[in-house]
């Protein structure tokens, strides 16, 4: 167990409840809204995909709110699944505190407004954000998804779970976030990410990549070309906060490992913006290591879809076509780190066959 894990087991354990916002706003008593069912005449509806919550889209009084409510019992065993509940009302209290004071709110418009949230009773209460999911990647909303990590980070939280079903754009064409089971506290100016300074591989462009743009470029098919020029447009832009993140790095007297991190990751996208084939060059290097993290993501928690089966294609062709360009470029990590091409080939095959295996 990590420090986090053990404080929030503590805390889980103890009496001690965390209440976010006030009870007079909540648009029906808490330990009504605690016992919402999908049959509730005021569930408008309801999303069944969470492990450990419930999400409904509640209408009261033509007001319409989104409650979250905490499983009895999570469907996920590992340690972050079971505390993800508590995470979430720990974040919300966070941003909230950041919402109440008119210096720090704006940086944090994108980030949802929780109305309510008590971790005893189960429920967390926000605003219901009338939205879609992402349909096209634009500079709009790569500025605001980059500036507003890049804000959380400055406050110390990093967001590691940036998938396609945690982000909506609303009615106004915004950007916004509003699941934070697995946004957790961190030392920006003494680390890299909440892991310490044992894995800088993590940081908010690579989340993106990975839990995002990788798995969304696949599905839409779209043309290398197309690709290129999507990840072209992203890069710009987290160039940009890169460039941001290291001035407040600077100005705050961080860590020089924690600077120089950044000063090269500047680096690279500076690189790979001076030219077509340099950049052709850090999209292989990239997309291969981002389908490569999020299928050990999807074999640990045995949640495997047609997207990962499609990464792990993608990942046994890259090896065909580029084993050498891959590993000079640093992109054989972790297991993978001094392979051959056959043994790579070999597990990337075994790989698939579990992926097959654990489809849900
Ligand atoms: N505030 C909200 N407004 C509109 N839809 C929401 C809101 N919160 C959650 N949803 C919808 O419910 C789904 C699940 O919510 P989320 O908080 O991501 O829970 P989970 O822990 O199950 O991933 C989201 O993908 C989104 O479609
Ligand atoms: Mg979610």
Known sequence: MNQRQKQQQEFDQSEQNLIVGSEQQCPLSPEQLAM??????????????GLTAQVFHIRIDGQDYTLKKKRPQAKVQNLDGQ????????????????????????????????IYANYRLGII????????????????????????????????????????????????????????????????????????????????????ETRFLSGWLLEKEYSQKESLQLFKAVKRQALRMLEDKRGWLDAN????????RVQASIEKVETALSSDAKLEHLFTLEMFRSHVLDIEDDLEGKSCTSTTIKRVQFV?????????????GGALFYQNQDKSQAQLREDYLRKKALVVEYQL
């Open 125 to 208: 209460v926000s605003e219901w954000i009338e939205g879609t999911p992402i349909v096209e990647i634009t500079d709009d909303l790569m500025v605001e998804l980059f500036s507003t990590l890049l804000a959380c980070e400055r406050i110390g939280l990093f967001e590691w779970d940036l998938c396609s079903g945690n982000l909506l754009v609303n009615e106004q064409g915004q950007l916004k976030l509003f699941d934070f089971g697995y946004m957790y506290r961190f030392e920006p100016l003494q680390h890299f990410n909440s892991n310490g300074l044992s894995a800088p591989l993590f940081d908010a462009s690579e989340r993106f």
């Open 36 to 49: 919402t069912t999908a049959d509730c005449d005021y569930v408008v509806e309801t999303f069944e995909s």
């Open 316 to 328: 046994l062709a890259m090896l065909e076509q580029h084993y050498n360009l891959l590993r000079e």
């Open 253 to 260: 007297q961080a860590k020089p490992e924690v600077i120089e």
């Open 83 to 114: 505390y993800s509940f508590l995470n979430e009302v720990q974040r919300r209290f966070d941003f909230q505190t950041q919402k109440n004071n008119p210096n720090s709110a704006p940086d944090f418009q994108h980030i949802v407004e929780t």
